[in-house]
């Protein structure tokens, strides 16, 4: 049975320096890997001033209809999804990036979803549920050319 002081001292010997156990605690993120679009467009409310757009244009994936990627198989790079909420405030790719890699920051389909409508918690259940999908969009006009913003800690969960 180990006693408190004899766990301090098997600590100390492996953690020199707070550096060290910051280093051990905080494992490095790759950004590698690729998205498909359609998993990165679940995410999307459109209450991010034209952001995601933007986006779909700088990686030339053709939007016909002006807002959603034609090819919903596509297969993205992670480090352009990333660079599409970073560069161009896409609030749906820095959601997909947050669940793909568990990161630590507030979610921005649950943050779009409080102000459209007035209720926390319902990212996980909009998802998978049309209901709520269809409620949505019904309760979404008067928030068409609002743009929310992105926080800073979303923007330091992906730096």
Known sequence: MFTAA??????SG???SATGAAAVAAPVRT???????SDWERYYLGLDGGAH????RALNLTHGNGVHADD????????SVRRAALEFGDHAAADVLRDRFG???PSML???????????GLEGRYLDDPGLQLRYIGYRRPY???????PDAVRRALA
Not at 53 to 56: E, M, N, P, R, S
Not at 144 to 150: C, E, K, L, N, S
Request: glycine share 10%; aromatic share 6%; no cysteine.
């Open 53 to 56: 757009q933007k986006a779909l």
């Open 31 to 37: 950004w590698d890997g690729q998205i498909q679009v």
């Open 110 to 120: 649950g943050r779009g979803l409080k102000l459209v409508l007035g209720e926390d």
């Open 144 to 150: 068409a050319r609002y743009a929310m913003p992105m």
């Open 103 to 105: 990161l630590d920051s």
């Open 6 to 11: 004899g766990v301090t001292v098997l600590m």
């Open 14 to 16: 492996t953690v020199s």
């Open 72 to 79: 919903q198989y596509a297969m993205v790079p992670v480090a």
